[in-house]
Protein backbone atom coordinates (compact mmCIF):
# COMPACT_ATOMS: atom_id res chain seq x y z
CA UNK A 1 0.00 0.00 0.00
CA UNK A 2 1.31 3.46 -0.71
CA UNK A 3 -0.11 7.44 -0.85
CA UNK A 4 1.10 10.45 -2.21
CA UNK A 5 1.93 13.49 -0.08
CA UNK A 6 3.15 16.92 -0.89
CA UNK A 7 6.57 17.96 0.04
CA UNK A 8 6.46 22.12 -0.42
CA UNK A 9 5.88 23.53 -3.75
CA UNK A 10 8.18 20.93 -5.71
CA UNK A 11 8.32 18.09 -3.84
CA UNK A 12 6.51 14.91 -3.84
CA UNK A 13 6.06 12.08 -1.47
CA UNK A 14 5.75 8.66 -1.91
CA UNK A 15 5.01 6.46 1.25
CA UNK A 16 4.75 2.73 2.04
CA UNK A 17 3.96 0.74 4.71
CA UNK A 18 6.01 2.58 7.48
CA UNK A 19 8.30 -0.48 8.38
CA UNK A 20 11.71 -1.29 7.78
CA UNK A 21 12.26 -4.40 5.21
CA UNK A 22 14.23 -5.69 2.84
CA UNK A 23 11.23 -6.35 0.48
CA UNK A 24 10.12 -2.76 1.21
CA UNK A 25 13.59 -1.74 0.39
CA UNK A 26 13.90 -3.76 -2.62
CA UNK A 27 10.69 -2.20 -3.93
CA UNK A 28 11.98 1.38 -3.07
CA UNK A 29 14.95 0.99 -4.96
CA UNK A 30 12.93 -0.96 -8.15
CA UNK A 31 10.91 2.54 -8.30
CA UNK A 32 13.92 4.41 -7.67
CA UNK A 33 15.88 3.11 -10.70
CA UNK A 34 12.83 3.22 -12.96
CA UNK A 35 11.90 7.00 -12.26
CA UNK A 36 15.63 7.89 -12.48
CA UNK A 37 15.73 5.51 -16.21
CA UNK A 38 12.39 7.69 -17.18
CA UNK A 39 14.94 10.76 -17.83
CA UNK A 40 11.78 13.14 -17.46
CA UNK A 41 12.55 16.15 -18.17
CA UNK A 42 10.43 17.58 -15.15
CA UNK A 43 12.10 15.26 -12.85
CA UNK A 44 15.26 17.05 -10.94
CA UNK A 45 15.86 14.74 -7.64
CA UNK A 46 14.78 11.06 -6.60
CA UNK A 47 15.93 10.32 -3.02
CA UNK A 48 15.00 7.02 -1.53
CA UNK A 49 14.55 6.33 2.55
CA UNK A 50 13.36 3.26 4.82
CA UNK A 51 9.90 3.39 3.67
CA UNK A 52 9.42 6.14 1.31
CA UNK A 53 10.44 7.61 -1.70
CA UNK A 54 11.05 11.79 -2.48
CA UNK A 55 10.46 12.91 -6.09
CA UNK A 56 12.01 16.39 -6.19
CA UNK A 57 10.75 18.41 -9.21
CA UNK A 58 10.49 21.41 -11.77
CA UNK A 59 6.81 22.94 -11.11
CA UNK A 60 7.61 24.98 -14.27
CA UNK A 61 7.70 21.55 -16.06
CA UNK A 62 5.15 19.76 -14.01
CA UNK A 63 2.50 20.36 -11.85
CA UNK A 64 1.55 18.60 -8.99
CA UNK A 65 -0.89 16.40 -10.52
CA UNK A 66 0.68 15.93 -13.73
CA UNK A 67 3.61 14.52 -11.79
CA UNK A 68 1.34 12.08 -9.22
CA UNK A 69 -0.09 10.71 -12.15
CA UNK A 70 3.36 10.09 -13.79
CA UNK A 71 4.39 8.73 -10.91
CA UNK A 72 1.72 6.01 -10.19
CA UNK A 73 2.22 3.87 -13.13
CA UNK A 74 6.28 3.40 -11.36
CA UNK A 75 4.47 1.56 -8.13
CA UNK A 76 3.52 -1.90 -9.69
CA UNK A 77 5.58 -4.22 -7.76
CA UNK A 78 8.59 -6.01 -9.20
CA UNK A 79 7.69 -9.82 -9.56
CA UNK A 80 9.33 -12.06 -7.77
CA UNK A 81 11.23 -13.20 -10.85
CA UNK A 82 13.36 -10.28 -11.03
CA UNK A 83 16.98 -10.83 -10.08
CA UNK A 84 18.69 -7.69 -8.65
CA UNK A 85 22.61 -8.41 -8.54
CA UNK A 86 24.05 -6.09 -6.03
CA UNK A 87 27.30 -5.69 -4.26
CA UNK A 88 28.82 -5.99 -0.88
CA UNK A 89 31.60 -4.19 -0.02
CA UNK A 90 34.19 -5.20 2.77
CA UNK A 91 35.35 -2.88 5.24
CA UNK A 92 38.11 -3.78 7.41
CA UNK A 93 37.25 -2.11 10.54
CA UNK A 94 39.62 -2.08 13.72
CA UNK A 95 37.71 -2.84 17.21
CA UNK A 96 39.46 -1.99 20.05
CA UNK A 97 39.25 1.00 23.00
CA UNK A 98 41.37 3.38 21.24
CA UNK A 99 39.02 3.71 17.84
CA UNK A 100 35.83 2.02 19.44
CA UNK A 101 35.70 4.10 23.00
CA UNK A 102 32.15 2.53 23.78
CA UNK A 103 33.01 -1.15 23.32
CA UNK A 104 33.25 -1.90 26.64
CA UNK A 105 29.41 -0.03 27.52
CA UNK A 106 28.25 -2.28 24.52
CA UNK A 107 29.71 -5.14 25.77
CA UNK A 108 28.02 -4.23 29.61
CA UNK A 109 24.45 -3.59 28.10
CA UNK A 110 24.26 -6.77 26.12
CA UNK A 111 25.82 -8.98 28.59
CA UNK A 112 28.63 -10.04 26.37
CA UNK A 113 32.27 -9.86 26.23
CA UNK A 114 34.04 -7.91 23.61
CA UNK A 115 35.24 -10.70 21.78
CA UNK A 116 31.70 -11.41 21.14
CA UNK A 117 30.58 -8.02 20.30
CA UNK A 118 33.14 -8.55 17.49
CA UNK A 119 32.46 -12.01 16.51
CA UNK A 120 28.58 -11.35 16.32
CA UNK A 121 29.02 -7.49 14.35
CA UNK A 122 31.07 -9.14 11.82
CA UNK A 123 29.40 -11.99 11.22
CA UNK A 124 26.42 -10.48 9.06
CA UNK A 125 26.32 -8.89 5.55
CA UNK A 126 24.11 -5.45 6.22
CA UNK A 127 21.98 -4.04 3.44
CA UNK A 128 22.07 -0.19 2.77
CA UNK A 129 18.51 0.92 3.00
CA UNK A 130 19.46 4.43 2.49
CA UNK A 131 22.16 6.55 2.66
CA UNK A 132 21.76 10.11 4.72
CA UNK A 133 22.83 12.46 7.72
CA UNK A 134 26.03 13.12 6.04
CA UNK A 135 27.57 12.14 2.24
CA UNK A 136 27.61 8.27 2.25
CA UNK A 137 26.71 7.34 5.93
CA UNK A 138 24.90 4.15 5.22
CA UNK A 139 21.93 3.01 7.37
CA UNK A 140 22.34 -0.77 7.22
CA UNK A 141 19.72 -2.75 8.60
CA UNK A 142 20.09 -6.49 9.52
CA UNK A 143 22.41 -6.76 12.81
CA UNK A 144 21.82 -8.99 15.74
CA UNK A 145 19.73 -7.83 18.05
CA UNK A 146 22.10 -9.68 20.67
CA UNK A 147 24.12 -6.67 20.41
CA UNK A 148 21.77 -3.82 19.85
CA UNK A 149 22.90 -0.70 22.30
CA UNK A 150 20.96 2.73 22.87
CA UNK A 151 22.30 6.21 21.14
CA UNK A 152 24.50 8.20 23.65
CA UNK A 153 22.15 10.77 25.75
CA UNK A 154 24.40 13.33 24.95
CA UNK A 155 25.99 13.01 20.95
CA UNK A 156 29.55 13.83 20.59
CA UNK A 157 30.68 17.02 18.84
CA UNK A 158 33.13 15.52 16.76
CA UNK A 159 33.48 11.91 15.51
CA UNK A 160 36.64 10.76 13.84
CA UNK A 161 35.87 10.04 10.17
CA UNK A 162 35.58 5.67 9.67
CA UNK A 163 34.03 5.43 12.68
CA UNK A 164 32.01 2.39 13.14
CA UNK A 165 28.84 2.40 15.63
CA UNK A 166 25.61 1.27 16.40
CA UNK A 167 22.57 2.46 17.65
CA UNK A 168 19.28 0.81 18.55
CA UNK A 169 19.07 -2.63 16.49
CA UNK A 170 20.89 -0.18 13.29
CA UNK A 171 24.85 0.10 12.39
CA UNK A 172 26.62 1.86 10.16
CA UNK A 173 29.93 3.94 9.74
CA UNK A 174 30.57 7.89 9.69
CA UNK A 175 32.48 8.89 6.17
CA UNK A 176 33.16 12.38 7.81
CA UNK A 177 34.13 14.27 10.85
CA UNK A 178 30.15 15.30 12.03
CA UNK A 179 28.57 15.27 15.47
CA UNK A 180 26.70 11.87 16.68
CA UNK A 181 25.06 9.62 18.98
CA UNK A 182 26.05 6.21 18.17
CA UNK A 183 27.87 4.13 20.60
CA UNK A 184 31.38 3.58 18.69
CA UNK A 185 33.23 0.11 18.45
CA UNK A 186 35.90 0.83 15.69
CA UNK A 187 37.12 2.54 13.15
CA UNK A 188 37.62 1.42 9.43
CA UNK A 189 40.73 3.21 7.99
CA UNK A 190 38.96 3.43 4.60
CA UNK A 191 38.29 6.67 3.19
CA UNK A 192 34.42 6.11 3.10
CA UNK A 193 33.30 9.39 1.21
CA UNK A 194 36.08 11.31 -1.19
CA UNK A 195 34.89 14.19 -3.45
CA UNK A 196 37.72 14.12 -5.60
CA UNK A 197 37.34 10.38 -6.09
CA UNK A 198 34.72 8.63 -8.59
CA UNK A 199 32.33 7.26 -7.72
CA UNK A 200 33.09 9.79 -4.29
CA UNK A 201 30.91 6.76 -2.30
CA UNK A 202 31.98 3.34 -3.05
CA UNK A 203 28.32 1.71 -1.77
CA UNK A 204 24.76 2.73 -2.70
CA UNK A 205 21.65 1.84 -1.06
CA UNK A 206 20.22 -1.89 -1.63
CA UNK A 207 24.04 -3.25 -1.63
CA UNK A 208 25.45 -4.71 1.42
CA UNK A 209 28.29 -4.03 4.01
CA UNK A 210 30.09 -6.70 5.28
CA UNK A 211 32.79 -5.95 7.62
CA UNK A 212 36.60 -7.61 8.45
CA UNK A 213 37.93 -7.18 11.64
CA UNK A 214 41.61 -6.31 11.15
CA UNK A 215 44.62 -5.41 14.22
CA UNK A 216 46.57 -2.07 14.65
CA UNK A 217 49.06 -3.17 11.79
CA UNK A 218 47.14 -3.44 9.17
CA UNK A 219 45.27 -0.62 10.06
CA UNK A 220 48.40 1.37 9.45
CA UNK A 221 49.15 -0.08 6.03
CA UNK A 222 45.56 0.45 4.70
CA UNK A 223 46.07 3.57 6.01
CA UNK A 224 48.99 3.90 3.70
CA UNK A 225 47.91 2.50 1.07
CA UNK A 226 44.50 5.40 1.16
CA UNK A 227 46.85 8.37 1.46
CA UNK A 228 48.70 7.09 -1.77
CA UNK A 229 45.35 6.00 -3.35
CA UNK A 230 46.24 2.62 -4.00
CA UNK A 231 43.57 1.33 -2.01
CA UNK A 232 41.13 -1.39 -3.51
CA UNK A 233 37.82 -1.91 -1.25
CA UNK A 234 37.09 -5.59 -2.12
CA UNK A 235 33.53 -6.20 -3.38
CA UNK A 236 31.95 -9.13 -4.97
CA UNK A 237 28.21 -9.87 -6.15
CA UNK A 238 25.08 -10.53 -4.14
CA UNK A 239 21.94 -11.71 -5.45
CA UNK A 240 18.59 -10.43 -3.81
CA UNK A 241 16.57 -12.94 -5.18
Not at 29 to 55: F, G, Q
Request: hydrophobic content about 35%.
Amino acid sequence: MSQFKPMGDRGILIEFEQIISADTSARIRHITTSIENSKNPAVIEVIPAYASVCVVYNPCIANYDALKEFLSSFLIKSSDNDITNDTVFEIPVLYSHETGPDLDFVSNHCGLSVEEIISIHTSAEYLIYMLGFAPGFPYLGGMDERIAAPRLKVPRKKITPGSVGIAGSQTGMYPIESPGGWQLIGQTPVKLYDPERSPAVYYNAGDYIKYRAIDKPEFKHIQELVKSNTYEVKSWGKSRY
